[in-house]
């Protein structure tokens, strides 16, 4: 049974940080790209970072450059988002997703909310 469990979402002042988690099982994470999505109210879900098998490469959005860091542990199977000041844009619900190149497959985390305001 897949699980991708995200927590760390919250509320935090401009300028903060938060460092989100995604907990995986049931899957063989090493095959899988790890990308975190966010999505805020009434626009479409946008790819904010992703973390590519072993290779170490990493994506971001222009949005997020120098601010966010994505990092994985494919010995707990774990992938993070280090979020550092942030901004009122940036509130949103952040899903973790766990992407198969090869004989694609997507799964889906069921989001965690990230709200920053003053």
């Known amino acids: 049974q897949v699980q991708l469990v995200e927590s760390g979402g919250g509320l935090v002042p401009p300028g903060g940080s938060l460092r989100l988690s995604c907990a995986t099982s049931?899957?063989?994470?090493?095959?899988?790209?790890m990308s975190w999505y966010r999505q805020a109210p009434g626009k479409e879900r946008e790819l904010v970072a992703a973390?590519?098998?072993?290779?170490?490469?990493?994506n971001y959005a222009d949005a997020v450059k120098g601010r966010f860091t994505i990092s994985r542990d494919n010995v707990e199977a774990t992938v993070y988002l280090q979020m550092n000041s942030l901004k009122f844009e940036d509130t949103a619900v952040y899903y973790c997703?766990?992407?198969?190149?090869?004989?694609?497959?997507?799964?889906w985390g069921q989001g965690t909310q990230v709200t920053v305001s003053s």
């Open positions: 049931g899957f063989t994470f090493t095959n899988y790209v």
């Open positions: 973390a590519f098998t072993t290779s170490g490469i990493t």
């Open positions: 997703n766990a992407r198969r190149l090869i004989k694609p497959v997507d799964y």
